[in-house]
C-alpha cells in the first residue's frame, strides 16, 4: 500500500520522466537525538547532474508532504511548517538531518532525486528506539506466607519503544510461570500521544520455606540499555511445625546438677514464650526457651514435656532419670578390736545405675574390699571405700585399732662386731605399747619407735656362763615371753661363725669343752690374782670401789658396751 501510493505520487510528479524506485531501507534512531536518513545512493554510484533534492515523507493521511527542496541553484527551501518545523535539514550527501526525534517521527521518509534525465527515488523507513525511563517496582510484598500465592511486586517499565519486556529473577535466576507456584503477568499499554509504551509485569508468588531471605528483582534489557528494579528481600513465614525438648547434660544424669530444658521449635517468627509440663506443673516462659532445674533429686525423674503457649497440640516430651547413688559402709568411725576378733564390713549400696566401688588402706590402694576374721596387729589402719556412678562420689571411711596382749614374734641373738658381748634381738607386737623386760643384767643398745603395733629392742649381754636369756612383753592385756639360750664368750672372737639358736650344738660341742677348760682356767687364774690383788690393797686401805664390789674388769666392758651402742645407733 505504501508502496503504492509511493509509485503513484512519483507518477504524478514526474508525469512524462522516467521513474527509477532505487531501494527501500530502513534507519533506527535513538529517541531525542539527531537522526541522518540518507538518500539511499550511498550504495551506488552518486548520481551526476542532479538539478534537484527533495525529502517527503508519508504523512498519516497516506499522502506524502515535503520535508525539504534543493535546487541546485538554490538554497535548501524548508518547506514543512507541522511537526518538522526547525527540525529538518540537509545533510552531506544529500542525506535528511532530523533533530530531537520523536516517535511521532516514526514512518517512511523519500529522497527524490531529480537530474537532468531521471528521477530517482529513495525510500527509508525510520524506526525510533526509546528505552524505557526506568524500572519500577510496586506493590511489594516482603513477607510471604509460607505456601500462600502472592502479589510479590508489580514492575513497570515507562514510555519505552518498542515495548519493554520484563524479566524477574530470585537470586538472579530467571524466574519461569509454571502455572503452579509463579505467574507473571504482562501487559502493554500504548500512549495514543507519544506512541511509547508502558510495560507492566506482574509476579504472583508462592513461597517455600527455603525462600526466606531471597532476593527478588525485575529487570528489562532494552536495544542496548538494561535497567533494573532495587531489590527486594522477602521474609517466609509459617507456623511452627515441629517442636523439640533438649535436655542438658545430655549424658548420665544426676543427683545435684543443674538440668536445663530447652525447648526448640521452628516456625517464622519463632514462637517467643512456652509452657514447660514438669510432672504435673506447668511454667511458663517468656522471650526465652529453656528452663533450669537447679540441683535434681531422684524425685525429678519422670516425664517432662514442653508446647507452644497458643497451640498446646505442638508439644514435645521426654523422660528424664536423676540418677542417685545411696551407701552406707559400717563399721564407721575409729573401732578398736582385740586381736583374732572377727569384724563384718558391710557396704551397702543402692544406685540407679551401674557403679564402681574401690577401697583404700591407710591411702594405698587395696585391689579387694578388706576382710577381717581374725584380726591381727597389721590390719589396724584407716580404710577408705569410695563408690562412683559417672560424676557422682560418695565415699566413707572407717579406722581399725587393734588391741590385745602383745606377742614376741621374733627372738634371736648375734655377735657384736668385736665379739665382746651378745646382742639380743626381741621383736614384738601389741597394742597399747608393750614394755620389755630382759631376766638378765644387760644394755639397752636400741629400741625403735613404736608403730603400726610393732615394737623391737635389742640388748647387750655379757655372759659368763651358759644362760637362758627371757624377753618378756606386757600390756594391760597380757604378756609373751620367749627364752633363747646364750652361751658364754669365747675368749677369741668368733666373727666368721655367728651364732643363733637354730644352729646345732654337736658342731660346737667339741670347741665349746675346750673353750670352757681355757674360761675356767682364766676364771681361776683372774681369781688368784684377784684375790693378790685384795690383799696387797687391804694393806693400804686404798680405794672405795672395790667395796662395792666393782671390778677393773666390768668398768671395762661397761666403757666397750657403751662404745659399741654408740655404733649402733
Ligand atoms: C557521499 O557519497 C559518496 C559515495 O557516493 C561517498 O564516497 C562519500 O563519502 C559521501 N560523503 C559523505 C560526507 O558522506
Ligand atoms: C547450678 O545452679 C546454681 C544456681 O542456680 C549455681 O550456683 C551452680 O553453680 C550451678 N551448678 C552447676 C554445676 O552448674
Ligand atoms: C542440693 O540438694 C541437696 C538435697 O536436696 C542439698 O542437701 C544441697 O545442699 C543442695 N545443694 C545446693 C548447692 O543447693
Ligand atoms: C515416658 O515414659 C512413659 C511411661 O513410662 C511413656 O508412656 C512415654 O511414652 C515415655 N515418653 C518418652 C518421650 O519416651
Ligand atoms: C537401700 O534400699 C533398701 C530398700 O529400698 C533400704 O532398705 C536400704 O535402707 C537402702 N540402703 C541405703 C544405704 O539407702
Ligand atoms: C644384776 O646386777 C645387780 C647389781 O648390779 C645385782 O644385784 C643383781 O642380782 C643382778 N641380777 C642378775 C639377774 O644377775
Ligand atoms: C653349758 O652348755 C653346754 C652345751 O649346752 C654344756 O655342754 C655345758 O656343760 C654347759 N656348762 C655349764 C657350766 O653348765
Redesign the pocket.
Known sequence: MHLLSASCACALLIHALFCQVKSMESVHGAYGETIEIPCGFRKFEKPENIVMVKWKYEHETGFLKDLIVKRSDKDEAISNQDAYKDRVSLGSNYSLLLSDVKLTDQGTFTCFLVTSGNILEYRTTLEVIKSPAGLEMLDKAEELEIGKLTKLGVCTAKDANPAADIMWLKNNQPLVDDGKGIFITQSVKEDPVTLSSTTTSTLEYSAKKEDDGAEFICRTKHSVEEHASSPITITVTYSTETIELHVTPQDLLVEGVNVTLKCVADGNPPPTSFNFHLKGETVKVENKNTLTIPNVTRDASG?YRCSLVDDRALEA???ITVNYLDFNLSPSGRIVMKTGEALEVTLQINSSASHSVSWKKNGDILDKEPKFHKIAYSDSAVYECEVTLGPLSRKASFELVVEGAPVITSLSKQHSDDGNHRVLICEAEGNPKPAVTWNINGTLLYESPFTNGKITQKFAVVPSENLTVLCTVSNEFGSDTKSIDVLPLQLKPEKILPEDTERSRDQTKLVVGVVLGLLVATVLIGLAYWLYLKNSKQGSWKTAENENGTSEEEKKLEEKVENSQKAEV
Do not use: A, G, M
Open positions: 516425664e516430651s521426654k523422660n
